[in-house]
C-alpha cells in the first residue's frame, strides 16, 4: 500500500511539474528515476542503451560494415545508446538531436571518445606523466582536457589505462603508469578525480579504467597476446590500480583483447562481476573494447557473434563496442532464455545511472557549446597548464660532467639531432584533436630563452625514421643516411656544447606497436659516436614513449636527459630546464633496461631461491653475458642539487594489529640549487605464505628543499600497507619480520626493520 501510494505522488509530481514520466523529474533521486525508466522501457529500447557504434570517419579499430545513414536510422528508433568519434560542438549537437526528435523516450546519447593525454592540447603521454610523480600535476592534466573534450560534446573519456606493464616490448606501455602496483594506484585516483570530479559540471567528462585486466602482460610483449597470470600476481600487482579507480569513484571499466589463463577477459565472469562488481561494489558499467564481443570467435572461444554476445553478456560485460553483436543478437537471446531479463536490467540500469549523473537528462546539448569550444581548445591557460606539468615529467638520468644547466657565459651552443626542430613528434600518439606540428620544438624554445650574448646553431645531422601513422604497416625507415653528418660535426667541433636531441618516433610506440628492439635507430647513435669525437661536451636530450636501451648512449654521452613525448609545449619545458629556469625532478616509472633481452624487467621481482651468488659460481639467478638489474632502476632520476638521506629511524621496532609505526628520515640538499626529491619508501616481508617481492613501494613524497636546507620527512606505516593476497585467498598481513627501506630510487635505500606482532 505504501509503495503504491509513492508511485502515485511520483506521478502526480510529474504531471504538476508538466513532465510526462517520472523519470523527468529531477527532484527525484537517480535510482529513483531510473527504475521508472526502467519500467517503461521495451526490449527494443533496453538493448539499445547497450550498443555504440563508431559515428565518425575517425577509426580508432578494425572498421565495421555500416555507414552514417545505416546509424543514423537506428538512431532514430533507439537502437543506439552511444556514439565514438564525434569530435566538435555541431557534430554532437546534431546527433543528439536525432535522439531527442525522434524517439519515445528521448534517452540521450553518451558521446565517447579516447581523450588520452589531453584532447586539442597535449600533455605529455601517460608514461610520461607517471615520471612526475605529481598526483596534483595528473590531476591538472585530466582537468584540462575534460574541459576540451566536454566543449565539444564528449561526455566520456576511454582513459586512465591502468595496465601494469613490465615489458618495455609492448607498444601501450606508452599510455601506461608504469611497472609498479602502488604507484599506478595513484595515477589512477589521481586522473579519475581529475577528469570526473563529481560530474556534476559540464566541463567534466566519465572516465574509463581500463584494461580490465592482464592486459599488459601479453606473453612476447606483443599487443593483443595472450597471458597467463596467476591468482597471486593478478590480485597483488595487476589489479590494484582498478580498485584504485574504482574507490576514486570511475563510471566505466573497459575489458580487453587478451584471453588470461585461457578465457578472454571479455567473457571473464570472475573479473568481471564476481570481484569488480560484487567484490568491489562497483555500480558503473563496463564496456567491451572495440569488437572484442567479436573477437571471442577468433580465440575459438564462441561460434558465432551471437554465441559470442550471450557469453560476454553473462559474464558481466555490459555495453558492446562496435561489434553488433547485442545490436544483431540481444533481444533474440533475451526471448530464448539465454540471456534473462534480469541481467538485461542491469546491464541497462548501469548504463542509464551514468548518464543520469553526467546531467544529460537535464539537458542533453549541454556539452555541445561552441562558445565554449572555441574558449577551451588550446586557450592560452591550458597550454601554460601543460607547459609547467612537461616540466615535472623529465628524468635527468644523468649529468657527469656538470653540462646542465647550460652555462650563461657560453658563447655558443649547437642544437643538433632529428629531434631538435621537429614540431609533431612531441604531441604523441592517441592525440585526439591535437593539431599536426603544432607542438614547440626544442630548437624554437631554446631560441627564446638562451641570452643574446649565446649563439644558437643548428644541424639537423640526420633524418629522422617515422613510424606506423595509420593501420596500415608503412614505415620510413632511416638507418643508414649519413648525409647530414659533415654539417653536424663542423658545427659540434667549433661549439662549447653540443645539444643533441634523439629519439623515436611517436608513432613507433603505441597500440600495435610493440617492437623486437627497443633502441633508438642505429644512425643517430653513429651520430653521436662521431659528434663526440671532436667535441666531449654532448648533452643528450631523449625523446620516446617507452622505456628504451641506451646503454650505447649512456657509455657516450655525459649527460642525458629523458623528456618522453612531452605535449604541445614540450620544446618551451625542455627549454626551461636546459637553462636551469626549471630543476629536474622527474623519476623513472619503468625500469630502463640495460638490454631488450631483459625484457620484462622489473624492480619488485621475487626472491628465487638462488638470487645471487660469486661471479665465477654458475648456479645461480643470472646471465652470463651480462648484469641481470636495470641501467636505471625504478624511481630513477637526478637533479641539479644534490640530495642526501641521513638518519632513518622507526618510532618502534614493533607493530601491534591496528596500530601505526613512523618512519623519519632527513633529507639534505648538498648542492647549490633548490630542488625536488621525491622520498621513496619501500617494504618487504621476509617470510610469508606465499613468496613476495624483494621490496615493494608503499610511500612516496615529493619535497622541494633549498639550497643546503635539511627537511624531516615522516611516514606512516599501518597494517594495512602490509597486506597482501595471501594463500588464503584474502587480503591480510601476516606477522613476522618486515624491511623498511627509503631513498632516492629503488636501488639505493637505507634499511631498518620491524616486527608485526598478533
Not at 607547459?387 to 649547437?414: M, Q, R, Y
Amino acid at each position: 500500500m505504501r509503495k503504491l501510494l509513492l508511485i502515485t505522488l511520483i506521478l502526480v509530481s510529474s504531471v504538476v511539474l508538466g513532465q510526462e514520466y517520472p523519470y523527468q523529474n529531477s527532484e527525484l533521486s537517480i535510482e529513483e528515476r531510473v527504475d521508472n525508466l526502467l519500467s517503461i522501457m521495451t526490449l527494443e529500447e533496453k538493448v539499445g542503451q547497450l550498443v555504440q557504434v563508431n559515428f565518425s570517419k575517425v577509426l580508432t579499430g578494425p572498421p565495421a560494415d555500416d555507414s552514417d545513414a545505416f546509424i543514423r536510422e537506428n538512431i532514430k528508433k533507439g537502437k543506439i545508446g552511444s556514439v565514438l568519434n564525434l569530435v566538435s560542438a555541431e557534430q554532437t549537437y546534431e546527433a543528439q538531436k536525432l535522439v531527442q526528435e525522434h524517439t519515445r523516450l528521448k534517452i540521450p546519447l553518451l558521446m565517447g571518445l579516447d581523450v588520452i593525454h589531453g584532447h586539442q592540447t597535449m600533455f605529455p603521454v601517460p608514461i610520461g606523466l607517471t615520471a612526475s610523480w605529481d598526483t596534483g600535476a595528473m590531476m591538472l592534466s585530466a582537468q584540462v582536457a575534460a574541459r576540451e573534450a566536454a566543449s565539444q560534446g564528449v561526455h566520456w573519456t576511454f582513459s586512465p589505462m591502468v595496465d601494469i606493464s613490465r615489458d618495455a616490448r609492448w607498444g601501450r606501455i606508452m599510455e601506461s603508469g608504469g611497472e609498479d602496483p602502488y604507484l599506478s594506484s595513484q595515477v589512477a585516483a589521481a586522473l579519475v578525480k581529475g577528469y570526473q570530479g563529481d560530474l556534476s559540471e559540464v566541463t567534466t567528462i566519465a572516465a574509463c579504467a581500463k584494461h580490465f585486466a592482464g592486459y599488459g602482460f601479453a606473453e612476447g610483449g606483443r599487443d593483443y597476446n595472450t597471458t597467463e597470470i596467476s591468482l597471486n600476481t593478478l590480485h597483488n600487482v595487476v589489479l590494484p590500480p582498478f580498485k584504485a579507480a574504482v574507490e576514486a569513484g570511475v563510471a566505466t571499466i573497459m575489458n580487453g583483447y587478451n584471453d588470461m589463463n585461457g578465457r578472454p577477459v571479455t567473457a571473464n565472469s570472475y573479473l568481471q562481476q564476481d570481484v569488480l562488481k560484487d567484490q568491489w561494489g562497483f555500480d558503473g558499467f563496463v564496456v567491451s573494447d572495440w569488437n572484442s564481443i567479436g573477437e571471442l570467435m577468433i580465440h575459438g572461444f564462441a561460434e558465432d557473434k551471437k554465441h559470442a554476445s550471450s557469453i560476454a553478456m553473462n559474464a558481466g560485460n555490459d555495453m558492446d563496442m562496435m561489434t553488433y553483436g547485442y545490436f544483431n543478437h540481444l533481444e533474440e537471446l533475451v526471448k530464448e532464455g539465454q540471456v534473462s531479463e534480469a541481467r538485461l536490467d542491469e546491464s541497462v540500469r548501469r548504463v542509464l545511472r551514468v548518464k543520469f549523473r553526467l546531467g544529460l537528462f537535464e539537458d542533453p546539448y549541454a556539452y555541445s557549446n561552441k562558445k565554449r569550444e572555441k574558449q577551451e581548445l588550446g586557450s592560452k591557460e591550458n597550454l601554460a597548464a601543460t607547459k609547467e606539468v612537461a616540466k615535472k615529467t623529465f628524468v635527468l638520468l644523468k649529468n657527469d660532467s656538470k653540462l646542465l644547466p647550460i652555462k650563461k657565459e657560453l658563447k655558443n651552443v649547437a642544437l643538433i639531432g632529428p629531434l631538435a626542430d621537429h614540431k609533431d613528434v612531441a604531441l604523441g600518439n592517441w592525440r585526439a584533436k591535437a593539431i599536426t606540428n603544432s607542438a614547440v620544438s626544442i630548437k624554437e624554445g631554446l631560441s627564446g630563452l638562451l641570452p643574446k650574448s649565446t649563439e644558437l646553431r643548428y644541424a639537423e645531422g640526420c633524418a629522422l625514421s617515422t613510424g606506423n601513422r595509420g593501420f596500415l604497416d608503412q614505415f620510413e625507415m632511416n638507418e643508414s643516411d649519413t648525409t647530414g653528418f659533415n654539417e653536424a660535426i663542423e658545427l659540434a667541433k667549433n661549439s662549447e656544447l653540443v645539444v643533441l636531441a634523439l629519439g623515436e618516433d611517436c608513432y613507433q610506440t603505441g597500440e600495435g606497436r610493440s617492437k623486437v628492439s627497443i633502441q633508438i635507430p642505429e644512425v643517430q647513435i653513429e651520430l653521436l659516436e662521431e659528434l663526440v669525437k671532436v667535441n666531449s661536451n654532448v648533452a643528450v636530450v631523449l625523446m620516446g614513449g617507452r622505456p628504451l636501451d641506451i646503454t650505447r648512449i649512456e657509455a657516450l654521452a655525459p649527460t642525458i636527459l629523458m623528456t618522453w613525448l612531452g605535449g604541445s609545449e614540450a620544446g618551451n619545458a625542455i627549454a626551461e630546464v636546459l637553462i636551469g629556469e626549471y630543476n629536474p625532478s622527474g623519476k623513472l616509472p619503468v625500469s630502463f633496461p640495460r638490454s631488450v633481452g631483459q625484457e620484462p624487467l622489473y624492480y619488485n621481482r621475487k626472491s628465487t631461491g638462488r638470487p645471487t651468488g660469486p661471479d665465477n659460481k654458475v648456479n645461480w639467478s643470472r646471465y652470463i653475458d651480462s648484469p641481470h638489474d636495470a641501467l636505471y632502476p625504478f624511481g630513477f632520476g637526478l637533479s641539479y642539487s644534490d640530495f642526501e638521506y641521513a638518519d632513518l629511524e622507526l618510532s618502534s621496532d614493533k607493530m601491534k594489529r591496528g596500530e601505526e609505526i613512523e618512519v623519519k628520515v632527513n633529507l639534505v640538499n648538498t648542492g647549490s640549487y633548490d630542488g625536488e626529491e621525491v622520498v621513496q619508501l619501500y617494504i618487504r616481508d621476509h617470510v610469508s605464505s606465499m613468496t613476495r617481492h624483494v621490496k615493494e613501494l608503499k610511500g612516496f613524497q615529493k619535497v622541494m628543499v633549498k639550497a643546503g636546507e635539511t627537511k624531516g620527512i615522516v611516514f606512516k606505516l599501518s597494517e594495512k600497507d602490509l597486506e597482501f593476497f595471501s594463500a588464503n585467498q584474502k587480503w591480510e598481513a601476516e606477522p613476522g619480520k618486515f624491511s623498511v627501506m627509503v631513498g632516492g630510487n629503488s636501488r639505493d635505500l637505507q634499511e631498518l626493520a620491524f616486527t608485526l606482532e598478533d
